[in-house]
């Protein structure tokens, strides 16, 4: 086995240069791959770190019936919130688990109407991994006791023209269905630099809105802020079995479409980069069909030594297999340097945060990152295609007979 | 006891349109530990003949015996595992791999047969010494002369101890000094170990150390001079 | 020139295969390309005309006070009593449809479940909505004077569980800043292929949004279709009066044109990398030629050839080899993008707000696109050639005669 390893390895360096061209086309084709997956990466995780604070923790406990009823804003109220809570803050990785209510609506003054979303929120249990609280552009940050009074986002602020003291009518839906509609005051505004979801989001404290939408003492949602990112999955394994009839979920099912995009568009992009490398292995192709007319005299003496068909066959496979091997290693240096210079750097994508619901969670540049997990799958998907690319040469070395090879000059 | 024996082959060879006969009918037997000579003019079919012998070609019509066992119709791998384990080859050109050392030449045909390293080692080296090139194992073909490479050859066709050495025109390419080297080297190697040679030529410096000659002229047997051995 | 053409066809019929599977790897690059541009295209091109045509109009008519993002309902942001303003736009000839509409926020609430929709009034009648009444499903369209019928999209009936003749509560803002609340009945649901509009978009009545929201005879804007959307910035200049905004189609769409460019640069990059390695193929291809002929290149320069002759020789080469590729290229390519076109691929619904794609993209290829990424592969098939080119023209006579 050593022998043809090493016969192999030889051979493929014995024109250094053809090898070191095609070698440069597969590494390319693979930085590119690189490329596109560690910018993708690099935006989902802009996107998620932005998408965990907006929803207010990485967990989402609701009463079960929930998730079925998501799109419609279901006010279901917890049967025993405070049992959550417990339970969530038992587990070492939980920073905090906070209470709130949710609920959709409308906002509107003789400036105009604008759908938002209602959240009655625990002030103090949230403060200190709220996402809000530390950015209060004016007035302040609401407190238990506070009625009436509302903290609406800039941008909500700028389009209805309203600033602290200002009234503002809020219409929720309530536990019923019914719409109930109350004049409040502006208590604060905060920036978080979204845009997009400072307009949509308004909140109020938990007390008022139990009170207002006719959950007296309840709450519909229990956020859980976890230490890392990541530990979603085995967190909610944790706690799913102690708190039955309760729906826990990572933060990743508010977002299904997100998943679904991102899944489309790197099913995409494995194709493209099956036919970027196949284009690339057309060149290994073209090299070991023209090794095997070089080696043409070569590859009858190894037949009158002893070798079996199958075994020079194997010699040719070898070689289009280490030619991959060889440019998935050149392809992740070249995808780790690229990767790893714009990880530094950040792409700047602002001026795109209104084109989707996910781009607006994008608050500024985005840093590719390394993409490594992914560059593994990459890599042996490029050596695969490389050592198909042999089989045809392989299979046609191995067809001459011994004599007939000898003959050739 | 025969080692090989080829009955009444013929060997035709279509290039194109035209067909050539490159054997009509050849009939021979070489004893064990012979040291034959197939000389005649190029064309007379000594190197088809050769390739017959040593399995790396099939005859048209006939028979091939190796060691009283017919071979004609083996399969391709069949013919390939008798050759690595009994049949030697040395060859005009040096027909060394040029990416292997003189010692992985040497050995390459022992891993072919799954001989264990110390062994292996033992027996390169052995055969590198029998052909006085021990301080050249580590060289590449394109760093050996002429002389060097074909003596390298022919070690390793000795290496895996085969029972018959094949040699097509080994001293073509040499010059006087280096070929008759090469010839004593098989010469003794035949006399020392009992191996079977036969080799095709035309230089009569050659065929002066076989104690056999056979002479082909278009393709037939026109002299089939009876061994000495 | 014939001669060296002659030579090269000669030379490259030599090793028949690996020419064309060099032509194949450009062939294969290119008809890649062509495709990704098709569907780049055609997903904007798509884009742009559905939003045109659900949304934004050729040309949309607007209060100067009137403010997109806020939908507000005050009188002074309206366009008071439209009709006229209509009958006069429609006036112009280059006008196909001119149709007054009013735009509200509102929740749509059926026993537990609420969502917040966007509330259009229209003008049944006009032709500027018959994209609508040619998409209904089930049910029928609205009458210009229904007092309780809506029409709601596919999804929207899909997640509500609703069908036509369905009572369902809409609660909508009103010039007031209140809002008010009524029951409808679903007179038809409709589908314009485009999820992420369908299911947000509710219509009724034009007369009936007055109503309800207390615009009276007021309309948010007057949206206008042309007969070609190039002429709208002559239209605009024409109806362009005091105390009116006039927008166009690239005005209100921005977001589109410059997601294009964005895609577009990106293309470039995607360009360069799926032809960089194509070259490759080509140089390699060349580089193995050099060596096979080296001996016959001497004989030539021996026998009078120059240097820059036999750059031109293996030039000629590539770029035979470019036009095997770019011919097999625009072939696939074209039968490829034509399966695209015809068929369209399925996305789904994206969630993009700030265009309307549909939920099927088709692709659509345009000539300048072609033309361009033909010149692309050719410049970058000769670029390729030129290392091998230049080491075969470096070849000393001697040097060369004495290759094996």
Redesign the interface.
């Known amino acids: 086995m050593l022998l043809y390893f090493r016969l192999a390895w030889r051979n493929i360096w014995r024109h250094r240069r053809r090898t070191v061209i095609i070698v440069t086309a597969m590494g390319l084709g693979l930085a590119f791959m690189m490329f596109y997956d560690g910018l993708m990466d690099g935006f989902n995780q802009a996107i998620y770190g932005n998408a965990i604070r907006v929803l207010g923790g990485n967990i989402q406990v609701h009463a079960a019936g929930y998730r079925e009823k998501v799109d419609s804003n279901p006010m279901l109220p917890l049967a025993n919130a405070d049992q959550v809570v417990q339970a969530a803050k038992a587990n070492p990785e939980v920073i905090a688990a906070t209470r709130r209510i949710a609920t959709g609506g409308l906002t509107s003054n003789h400036e105009g109407a604008f759908p938002i979303s209602i959240l009655g929120i625990d002030p103090e249990a949230e403060a200190p991994v709220s996402l809000i609280a530390p950015h209060i552009a004016a007035g302040r940050y609401l407190a238990n006791d506070d009625r009436d009074a509302v903290l609406i986002g800039k941008g909500l602020a700028d389009e209805m023209q309203v600033k602290v003291g200002d009234r503002i009518t809020i219409t929720g839906s309530d536990i019923h269905k019914q719409n109930r509609q109350r004049g409040m005051t502006v208590a604060g505004i905060y920036d978080i630099g979204l845009p997009s979801n400072e307009k949509k989001t308004v909140y109020i404290s938990l007390p008022e809105a139990q009170e207002l939408y006719g959950l007296p003492g309840q709450s519909t949602e229990v956020d859980i802020t976890l230490k890392k990112v990541g530990q979603e999955a085995a967190v909610v394994a944790a706690l799913s079995p102690k708190l039955p009839g309760y729906e826990v979920e990572s933060w990743e099912k508010n977002y299904p479409e997100l998943t679904t995009a991102v899944g489309n568009k790197n099913a995409v992009m494995t194709i493209f980069g099956v036919i970027i490398i196949v284009i690339a292995a057309i060149g290994i192709l073209n090299l070991l069909l023209m090794a095997v007319y070089e080696r043409t005299r070569e590859i009858g003496l190894l037949g009158a030594i002893g070798l079996k068909p199958r075994q020079i066959a194997f010699l040719f496979l070898l070689e289009g297999a280490m030619i991959g091997v060889v440019g998935a290693a050149v392809g992740i240096g070249f995808g780790l340097a690229i990767n790893g210079g714009l990880g530094t750097v950040g792409m700047d994508f602002s001026g795109y945060s209104n084109l989707t619901e996910y781009m607006a969670l994008i608050s500024g540049k985005i840093y590719p990152t390394l993409a490594l997990n992914q560059a593994w799958g990459r890599a042996i998907m490029v050596i695969a295609i490389s050592t198909l690319a042999a089989l045809f040469p392989a299979w046609e070395a191995s067809q001459r007979e011994p004599a007939e090879a000898l003959h050739a000059v | 006891m025969e080692v090989t024996k080829v009955i009444n082959a013929t060997r035709d060879f279509k290039v194109g349109e035209v067909e050539t006969h490159a054997l009509r009918g050849v009939n021979l037997s070489v004893e064990n530990g012979e040291f034959t000579a197939l000389v005649g003019p190029s064309g007379s079919g000594k190197t088809t003949l050769l390739q017959l012998i040593g399995l790396l070609d099939q005859p048209t019509t006939g028979n091939v015996l190796i060691n009283g066992k017919d071979v004609t119709n083996l399969n391709r791998n069949q013919r390939a595992d008798l050759r690595r384990g009994s049949i030697g080859f040395i060859f005009q050109f040096f027909a060394l791999i040029p990416t292997l050392t003189a010692y992985e030449n040497v050995e390459m045909p022992l891993l072919l047969n799954g001989m264990k390293a110390p062994e292996r080692k033992a027996r390169a080296d052995e055969m590198l010494a029998a052909v006085g090139l021990t301080d050249r194992a580590d060289h590449r073909p394109d760093q050996l002369s002429g002389g060097q490479q074909q003596r390298v050859s022919v070690a390793r066709a000795l290496a895996i101890r085969p029972s018959l050495i094949l040699a097509d025109e080994p001293t073509a390419n040499l010059d006087t000094e280096n070929g008759k080297q090469v010839m004593e080297l098989m010469q003794r190697l035949n006399q020392e170990t009992g191996t079977t040679f036969v080799f095709a030529t035309h230089d009569p410096r050659v065929i002066k150390f076989a104690n056999r000659v056979v002479t082909l002229r278009d393709g037939l047997i026109v002299e089939n001079g009876n061994g000495k051995a | 020139m014939n001669q060296l053409f002659k030579m090269a066809f000669r030379n490259l019929g030599r090793n028949r ?2 020419t064309l ?2 032509a ?2 450009v062939s ?2 290119m008809a ?1 390309l062509l495709l ?1 541009a098709g569907v780049l295209h055609g997903e904007m091109d798509g884009a742009m005309k559905n939003t045109i045509l659900l949304s934004s109009g050729d040309l949309q008519v607007r209060n100067a006070a009137y ?1 997109e ?6 009188w002074k ?1 309206l366009i008071a009593s439209p009709d006229a303003v209509v009958e006069q736009i429609k006036a112009l000839p280059q006008v196909t449809a001119a149709t007054p509409r009013l735009l ?2 509102g ?1 749509l ?1 059926l ?6 929709v966007q509330v259009i009034g229209i003008d049944p009648a006009s032709a500027a909505n018959q994209v609508f009444r040619q998409g209904i499903l089930s049910g029928e369209f609205l009458t210009a004077d229904d007092r309780d019928g809506i029409l709601i999209g596919k999804p929207l009936a899909d ?2 569980h609703l069908n036509t003749g369905d009572q369902v509560s809409l ?4 010039s ?4 008010d ?1 009524q029951l409808f009945t679903v007179r038809g649901v409709y589908s314009t292929n485009t999820s992420s509009y369908d299911e947000n978009t509710v219509f009724m009545p034009l007369a009936k949004a007055q109503v309800i929201t207390g615009a009276q005879d007021h309309a948010s804007l007057i949206f206008v279709l042309l007969q070609n959307k190039e002429q709208a910035d002559g239209v605009a200049a024409a109806i362009q009066s005091p105390g009116f905004q006039v927008l166009t189609w690239s005005k209100m769409n921005e ?1 589109i044109v ?2 294009e460019q ?1 895609a577009n640069s990106f293309m470039v990059l ?1 360009y360069l ?2 032809l ?3 070259a ?2 080509v ?3 060349l ?2 030629a050099v ?1 096979e002929r080296t001996r016959e290149i001497g004989v030539l320069t021996a026998i009078g050839m120059k240097a820059r002759q036999v750059l031109a020789q293996f030039m000629t080469e590539a770029g035979l080899i470019a036009t095997g590729g770019v011919v097999g290229g625009l072939i696939l390519g074209l039968i490829v993008v034509g399966i695209f076109n015809h068929y369209g691929f399925y ?9 309307l794609i549909s939920d099927r993209i088709y692709a659509n290829l345009q000539t300048s696109d072609a033309t361009r990424l033909v010149i692309i592969t050719y410049a970058i098939t000769l670029l390729a050639s030129l290392y091998p080119a230049i080491m075969a023209s470096r070849l000393e006579p001697v040097e060369a005669l004495h290759a094996q």
């Open positions: 295969r690996r599977l060099s194949l790897a294969l690059g890649l990704i403010n993002e806020k939908m507000s309902l005050d942001d509200a926020s929740i609430t026993g537990e479940n609420s969502r917040g997640k509500f609660l909508v803002n009103t007031n800043g209140d809002t609340e977001i410059q997601t964005f995607f990398i799926v960089g390695i194509t490759t193929v140089t390699n291809t580089v193995m060596f996305v789904g619904n994206y969630g993009l707000s700030g265009m």
